[in-house]
């Protein structure tokens, strides 16, 4: 290179600072999770996304407002429509002094339903403009019982440098060591709330000493929520069994062909011995032409590695519902008896 | 109307029993644009989003500032951009049209009756929502005004900010959380064993609360108060008479369903890791 090593490039320094210091923390702001809250609930049950602004300030990624994404359309040109949205919305915004820097975006789910190959490709976009980003998932089903269903998440770095070199086999995992629980980072969430909002909130706060989530958490039919879960398991069952199947033929595949190759390789060597006998030049012992030394490809993981993923949350919720109804039936009996 | 030459003196349109409820987020946005507004300015002022009920309500749903300039005696608004953010909104909701406009600062003042010529031009019978962002007197002042005219016969007079009643709606506040609302800094989010816990908690001090209520009239030690007691009586009658055999069955019924589920979702669990090992072992060979 002709320049020279002491002397970095801006881009470089950036780049070093970068690493320095991972995502730790995303604090939210009450404002833009009240927005966030309005907008998924209005569409539900249809899934809706929006666009995450804050800053990011060292370890901490803050996130000061948002603004929700028009329902998406196939069309392409509505698309570009989209696009000028966007940026319409944001100089928009800047011009009332919200802070004009996006740090990723937020989108509703289902029952947790969310973690499919379309968050990771939306994911990997941001990823390649903005270095810190984050997802905010908000589950509008789940809130009904009382539980603030906010998770902010991001992409494992080791999944990211897999991903973005199509390195997705197994041997590259085995390599790395990633299972399927590494995809996703969970990152905690933290609040904060300009001190104006908090003295207006002290002061509207209603005297009743039950406030609705209570009345939604003591709620005793869980069924419904269940129901569901457990078909989605389901579901996610069957995919699963799809995905070894896939897998168990390809092993199969892979076995016979290598029994061919030894056999062949066996047929070859005795050829050679023959030959070597008569004084003849030894056949190679390798054949590329031959159909049984194609490699068979492998089929991908990943699609496998989402749906465990999906099948461990959806248990994760079953256990936490049923946790809550035991200790609603155990205060309901304890209530009878009284 | 009596008498043909008599002319009524009337304010139109009649001041009816309109009020409007006001949702959290709008609170909370008036009060972000307020602790951003730019360098010298007095207030903010914005658009409020929403729709009108059916029963006449107000529902204030959405918010949004919109920049604007103040000297004396005159109120310049950034009407373009006030146009641009409209149809931004619209574009994600269109059900929400405009119904009225924000002011921070303590009650009606100079230029409000000019901006609020203006909002009626872009809607029928907007609402002026007020916020007091600088605790005047102590108290987040909330008020939501529309404007009545006077005329004499057909000939108008003047118009006057009339204050309508306000429903503040916590119930999605609620949802969340005070807790989480009302600091500056919160740690952690609840979880919801956490929040089942607080829950069950808050009902069994009201249970204690109750409880010592009805000793100390029994003792006499209060004066009863006869609708506390239908109160009581009505949520206690609400509680399902069961015969105590039927009741044990049916918790003995809903947790041995939760076991199952339970049960199932662990089995899942153990399939998924032992999938996962006999995976990696797979790829060994």
Request: contains cysteine.
């Amino acid at each position: 290179m002709a320049q020279p090593a002491a002397v970095r490039s801006f881009l470089q320094v950036a780049v070093t600072e970068e690493v320095a210091s991972p995502l730790r923390v995303v604090q939210i702001e009450g404002l833009a999770i009240l927005k966030i809250i309005k907008h998924c609930k209005e569409f539900s049950p249809s899934l809706v996304t929006g666009q995450l602004l804050g800053l990011d300030v060292g370890s901490v990624l803050e996130v000061t407002n948002c603004f929700p994404f028009p329902i998406r359309e196939e069309d392409e040109e509505i698309e570009a429509e989209g696009a000028n949205y966007q940026l319409e919305m944001m100089r928009c915004l800047r011009e009332v002094n919200v802070d004009n820097n996006t740090v990723g975006w937020y989108q509703s789910t289902l029952l947790g339903s969310f973690q499919t190959v379309e968050l990771i490709e939306t994911f990997m976009n941001y990823q390649e403009n903005i270095k810190r980003c984050v997802c905010i998932i908000y589950d509008p089903s789940k809130s009904n019982q009382g539980v603030l269903a906010l998770k902010a998440l991001k992409l494992s770095d080791s999944f990211m440098e897999l991903y973005r070199n199509n390195n997705f086999t197994g041997e590259k995992l085995r390599e790395k060591n990633l299972s399927w629980v590494d995809i996703f980072e969970e990152i905690p969430i933290k609040v904060s709330n300009s001190a104006l909002i908090s003295a207006f909130m002290t002061e509207l706060e209603a005297d009743t000493p039950v406030a609705q989530c209570d009345y939604d958490r003591l709620q005793l039919s869980t069924n419904p929520f269940m129901e569901r879960n457990v078909e989605f398991l389901i579901e996610c069952m069957d995919d699963l069994s799809m995905e070894q199947q896939k897998f168990q033929y390809y092993y199969r595949n892979l076995s016979r062909q290598q029994a061919q190759q030894q056999s062949w390789l066996q047929k070859r060597r005795a050829e050679n011995m023959s030959r070597k006998a008569a004084g003849e030049e030894p056949l190679p012992e390798e054949d590329p032409s031959n159909p049984i030394f194609k490699p068979i490809p492998e089929p991908p993981r990943l699609d496998s590695f989402l749906i465990t993923n999906q099948i461990s949350n959806y248990c994760n919720q079953i256990n936490g519902v049923a946790g809550q109804s035991f200790s609603k039936l155990y205060l309901m009996k304890a209530l009878q008896e009284d | 109307m009596s008498a043909g030459e008599l002319t009524v003196l009337q304010f139109t349109p009649s001041p009816t029993s309109l009020s409007a409820k006001v949702h959290p987020l709008v609170i909370f946005n008036i009060c972000d644009c307020f602790v951003r507004r730019p360098d010298q300015a007095e207030r903010v002022i914005g658009t409020l989003l929403g729709s009108v009920l059916p029963d006449g309500t107000v529902d204030i749903r959405n918010s949004y500032a919109v920049p604007h300039n103040e000297s004396l005696d005159q109120v310049a608004l950034d009407i373009d951009y006030h146009h641009n953010m409209l149809a931004s909104h619209q574009k994600v909701n269109p059900k929400e049209v405009i119904v009225g406009w924000f002011s921070t600062g303590f009650g009606v003042s100079g230029g409000s009756a000019l901006i609020h010529e203006f909002y009626s031009r872009e809607a029928t019978n907007p609402v002026h929502l007020t916020v007091d962002t600088g605790f005047t007197n102590g108290d987040a002042t909330i008020k939501g005004f529309v404007s009545v005219n006077l005329s004499l016969g057909d000939h108008q007079l003047a118009s006057q900010f009339q204050e309508i009643p306000l429903d503040l709606r916590m119930v999605e506040a609620e949802r969340i959380g005070f807790d989480v609302l009302k600091k500056t800094a919160v740690d952690k989010l609840p979880n919801d064993l956490e929040g089942m816990e607080d829950s069950m908690k808050k009902l069994l001090a009201l249970i204690d609360d109750v409880y010592k209520y009805v000793d100390d009239v029994v003792e006499g030690r209060l004066a009863p108060d006869n609708n506390i007691g239908r109160f009581i009586s009505d949520t206690v009658a609400s509680i399902p008479k069961l015969s105590s055999s039927a009741f044990e069955k049916l918790v003995n019924d809903s947790i041995q369903d939760q076991l199952v589920l339970l049960y199932l979702s662990s089995i899942t669990r153990t399939q998924l890791s032992l999938a996962e090992k006999l995976n990696t072992a797979a790829q060994i060979l």
